[in-house]
């Protein structure tokens, strides 16, 4: 199932427009809707970064084997198979994590291997490491004007084209993808002052642009920096921080769980700071899809990392940095 996140830029309102959701889970059947494309998600016709601020893995190698290490503790398959998917992924998550993992000035307590075990058991949850998993919920198939919507979410971590790349095209730092081996094409970039259920982003675009939603580095990077922007601030419990107002120096701390929610439900769903287990538990009676995602990604991520002292990760307050998840 596909979960509701991700508004676009500037809207008020995000109810449907999901970036993620928990299609990959364990045991999950999935619908006659959903779909699963070709092996690899690194191909096609996408345009890819050069940029030089990202070690990844080959300058890495010890990183590497450690997220290697961690996609094999997540139980669906441990991983993909495909040798050259497998190093894709790695190496995307490296370069995610450098650009857009918090940091440790900001954020004391913070460790870089806490963001590659959270990468490596959401995208277990979202995708089972299926790069081209698309699911088609009813969002993504809502009316636009006279014609339906083709808009699913698609990939590793299930973004959406009309909301995760939306957003991302109307304010991200470019730079900063391109690091991580992806750039967003020129006619993407060109519709970003249209509303996301505009014919472009939720009927034509999607399928245009499929081979962006299923490459490795995009993928991850994308579904990465949405995380993250909400993480460290959609921490108002009074109202959503959007990408945009976030990025005129609005939001409010959160953590990783506000991230993660956020992710699953959208800002609207995913605001406020949950501070620690108790909160996540008391989702049972009120949200009980929201506590299995945080708690499975949870474990998962606990098996990664093992025991930490003080503040778990997932409750680490984490600072509002428009500077780096936001256009300069």
Same mark, same amino acid.
């Given at each position: 199932m596909a979960a509701i996140s991700a508004g676009c830029a500037g809207d008020t309102a995000d109810e449907g427009s999901s970036s993620g959701g928990t299609s990959g889970a364990p045991g999950t059947t999935l619908g006659a809707d959903a779909s699963v494309g070709g092996s690899s998600g690194t191909s096609g016709n996408v345009a890819t970064g050069g940029g030089s601020g990202c070690s990844g893995a080959a300058a890495d190698p010890a990183s590497a084997a450690v997220v290697e290490g961690f996609i094999g503790k997540v139980p669906t398959g441990n991983g993909p198979k495909d040798a050259s998917v497998r190093a894709a992924v790695v190496d995307a998550i490296l370069r995610t994590c450098e650009v857009f993992g918090p940091k440790s000035a900001k954020d004391p307590g913070w460790d870089a291997r806490y963001c590659w075990a959270h990468l490596a058991?959401?995208?277990? @949850?979202?995708?089972?490491?299926?790069?081209? *998993?698309?699911?088609?919920?009813?969002?993504?198939?809502?009316?636009?004007?006279?014609? @339906?919507?083709?808009?699913?979410?698609?990939? *590793?971590?299930?973004i959406r084209f009309s909301s995760t790349v939306r957003d991302f095209a109307a304010e991200g730092p470019r730079d900063a993808l391109a690091c991580i081996g992806c750039a967003i094409p020129a006619d993407v970039a060109s519709h970003v002052k249209e509303p996301g259920d505009s014919p472009y982003w939720a009927v034509t675009g999607p399928t245009a642009n499929s081979a962006l939603l299923q490459n490795v580095a995009c993928n991850v990077g994308l579904g990465g920096w949405y995380y993250y922007v909400n993480a460290t601030g959609n921490g108002n419990a009074a109202a959503p921080t959007y990408v945009s107002p976030y990025c005129a120096g609005k939001g409010t701390s959160g953590n990783l769980v506000t991230g993660l929610l956020s992710h699953l439900k959208g800002p609207s769903g995913g605001k406020g700071v949950i501070r620690d287990m108790g909160g996540v538990s008391a989702l049972q009676r009120t949200d009980s899809n929201a506590y299995q995602y945080v708690t499975l990604i949870k474990r998962w991520f606990d098996s990664m990392v093992g025991s930490t002292n003080g503040t778990h990760p997932f409750f680490l307050s984490l600072a509002p940095s428009p500077d780096q998840y936001c256009a300069p």
């Open positions: 058991a959401s995208i277990g @949850k979202e995708s089972s490491y299926a790069p081209a *998993l698309t699911i088609k919920d009813g969002y993504g198939q809502r009316a636009i004007g006279s014609a @339906k919507a083709n808009d699913p979410t698609v990939g *590793l971590l299930q």
